[in-house]
Structures are given as C-alpha cells and as structure tokens.
C-alpha cells in the first residue's frame, strides 16, 4: 500500500480493488449525513471532482444531473465528492441553478479531511496534492465495486458511456454475459467459451451465432426488461 503526505494530510494512493466489497464510509453531504451501507440494495455511481466553481466540473454536473433519471430506472443513484466544504458545495450547487437552470439532485460528499478520497485513491500526487482528480466508481446493489474510470483534470467524463456501462454490468449479472467491444443495448451479447468438451457439444443445439467453438453470440432482452 502506497502512502504520502500533503500538509498535514496523510494520502493512501493505493486503487481498491475490482470484485471487493467498496471501502465503507460515512461522511457530511449536501443532502445530510450518508453511508454507503445506506445504499445496500441500489447501484451507486460515486464519483470525484477536482473543485467547485470549476468550469469542467460544472459541465459535468450539468450532465449528470440530466443522466440521473435515466440512472433510476437503472436503479442507480449518484454521489459526488471534492474536498471542497460542505458551503463551496451548497454555494455552487445553487449557482449551478440560478445560472443554467439546472437541479442537482444527487448528494455531494464534503472531504476536507480527505478520508474518503484517501480510501478510493482519488488524489493522485503527480497530477495535483490538493485536488481530487476525475475518478469513478460502480458499486453494486451488495456493495461490490463493479468498475473504475479515471479522467485527468482537464477532460470532462462522458455519462453516455457511464449509462453504457451500467447496461453492460447488468446485463452480465441478468444472463451470463460477457459484452463485446462498443456494446450497446439491444445487440449480441458474448456467450461464455465452453470449458468441457460435453459444454461443447451440448451448446451446438443452442441457437448461438458461432465463428468458431470458442466464440459465439447470442441475444438477450435488453435492460429493464423482465427476461
């Protein structure tokens, strides 16, 4: 585990890891004091900022707040986070609707002790020790982190592939899957490779599209759907 320290911060650089339960925490947000224990039974996208009054961050949370109901029937929710203060949070929330017109209406974690941000490895030293940098984490409904992105400072996140994501995650838990590079809703999906010769048989009167015994494709109902 890597350590360094900022001040009078002590920062832990280590990544959590993929197929771990998330690191727990509870922390002062802008919707009231939360854990993460309180979204056991949701899919979490929690999500860092570098700062308030950011242009970048502000275009981000633009988006995001117009991702979030399509983000519920997903049975996701969001939570953002910078080490700005819980008034910076407030104070730019407000401007973000007195000015483009838009709600926030997801919680933003305030991390001036950077407890959290230390727990997900979010302050990267080499880019900046006093801001978060642009990461982001899918925690399933049983706590698990599912996935991770990293963006540097100056490169806003793109939620189309966010939901695209979140889509893709589900629907490997629903049927099975795998997805294939640039998936989307509604196309093939990847078909295991068998791992005995009798599962390479018996998967021949399946109905898959096959390439070779090692690579089929199948279909399967989208997001959402009951099947």
Not at 24 to 47: C, I, M, N, P, S
Request: charged share 25%; proline share 7%; net charge negative.
């Amino acid at each position: 585990m890597e350590h360094s320290t900022t001040g009078d911060y002590h920062i832990q650089t280590a990544l959590p890891r993929l197929n771990a339960l998330a690191p727990a925490f509870e922390a002062e947000t802008t919707h009231g004091r939360l854990a993460l224990e309180d979204y056991r039974g949701t899919w979490v996208v929690l999500f860092s900022h570098p700062a308030d009054f950011t242009p970048v961050c502000t275009t981000e949370f633009i988006e995001f707040a117009r991702m979030a109901p399509a983000l519920k029937e997903r049975n996701t929710e969001l939570l953002g986070l910078s080490i700005d203060s819980i008034y910076s949070h407030l104070a730019w929330v407000q401007a973000i609707r007195d000015k483009f017109g838009v709600e926030i209406p997801f919680p933003v974690i305030a991390d001036g002790n950077r407890e959290v941000a230390s727990l997900y490895g979010m302050i990267n030293p080499e880019e900046s020790s006093t801001e978060t940098s642009r990461c982001l984490f899918v925690i399933d409904d049983k706590g698990v982190l599912r996935a991770m992105i990293y963006y540097p400072l100056t490169t806003g996140r793109n939620t189309d592939e966010i939901l695209r994501l979140i889509d893709a995650l589900q629907t490997t838990d629903r049927h099975r899957v795998a997805t294939p590079a640039n998936w989307r809703p509604g196309e093939s999906v990847i078909v295991p490779p068998p791992r005995t010769v009798e599962d390479a048989e018996a998967r021949k009167g399946l109905g898959y599209e096959c390439t070779d015994w090692w690579f089929c494709k199948t279909t399967v109902p989208g997001p959402g759907s009951k099947g």
